[in-house]
């Protein structure tokens, strides 16, 4: 079968693989066809071979961890042939540690998780994967054409579920909402907020495009001043680039009693002039709060589907700017400059 495969730490080593073997059955019950694999930043990183593993025994790692697929088969009877299916990207590590052992594999303490398509584990970007039941998130028919935006917004559910969490330490009755980047995270954390019935502004530095109709779409404001420009402090701040000057502007802009979540990742490397002691004293003074997040569990991935189910089909379509098929996966994994969402299609 076909497969998307790297080199892992080695620069431009994707190739499509046309004799991959078949999924084993190790790797679980449920045996999928691939339709669909999102691609996102993380891909673009282990393509310039910044990182990801292959698995044990193995010199190549197939990619995608944003999947979406169709049942071919499940012996346990959890899902029924032809039925939707997402694969959930992480795995628990192995000791495991206190987290993982209550299936809360996304706040792993001793980094021993594997993860699709990223550490160890073959990802889904092949013609045929296996799941065990536990990993395997079943789909509404009716997210067909979108359910390949599962992951993403299982990360986006993940942030708003522990933003509710911190909010319940005092009585809050936040009303303004800043998401900073509205890449595929931030128009996802946009659409969640704005289910909340929150106020919602979206900050990016894209001016034209489809990103400024898609906000609007959802009732929010586009902004593409700095952060220090806007005449808000906002209650809650999803930080969505990693863009150090932006992660310690909006860090300083929070209402008093904010939250801030940052979902970005830095690369690091870059010296910025800043004082730090003014930032500690507002955070100490005014209650803040600033937390990172990442991955999600099963939880969270039960969230983001209802939340896709409850959005507008056509508006999450937008999302996606460009579908290609397999044959054209050196095109697929090459950024344009006003894309979204990229989706290479295996079947349909």
Known sequence: MRAITVAPGVADSLRLDEAWPEPHPEEGAILVEALAVGICGTDHEIIAGEFGEAPPDADRLVLGHES?????????????????????????????CANCAVDEWDMCRNGRYTEHGIKELPGFARDRWRISPKFAIGLDPDLAHV???????????????????????????????????????????????????????????????????????????????????????????????????????????AAPIGIVCLTGVSSGGRIIDFDAGALNRTLVLENNVVFGSVNANRRHWELAAAALGRADPSWLDSLVTRRLPVEAYAEAYHPGLEDIKVVLEFAR
């Open 68 to 96: 979406l697929g169709r049942v071919l088969e499940d012996p346990t009877g959890t899902l029924r042939p032809g039925d939707l299916v997402a694969g959930i990207v992480r795995r628990p590590d192995p000791v495991p």
């Open 147 to 253: 359910g390949v935006l599962l992951e993403p917004a299982s990360v986006v559910a993940k942030a708003w579920d522990h933003i509710d969490r911190i909010g319940q330490r005092a009585e809050w009755q936040p009303q303004t909402v800043l998401v900073a980047g509205a890449g595929p995270i931030g128009l996802l954390a946009a659409l969640l907020a704005s289910q909340r019935g929150l106020t919602v502004h979206v900050l990016d530095r894209t001016p034209s495009g489809p990103k400024p109709a898609l906000v609007a779409a959802l009732g929010a404001t586009y902004h593409t001043s700095t952060v220090n420009e806007l005449d808000f402090a906002p209650d809650i701040t999803v930080e969505c680039t990693g863009a150090p000057t932006v992660v310690l502007d909006v860090m300083c802009k």
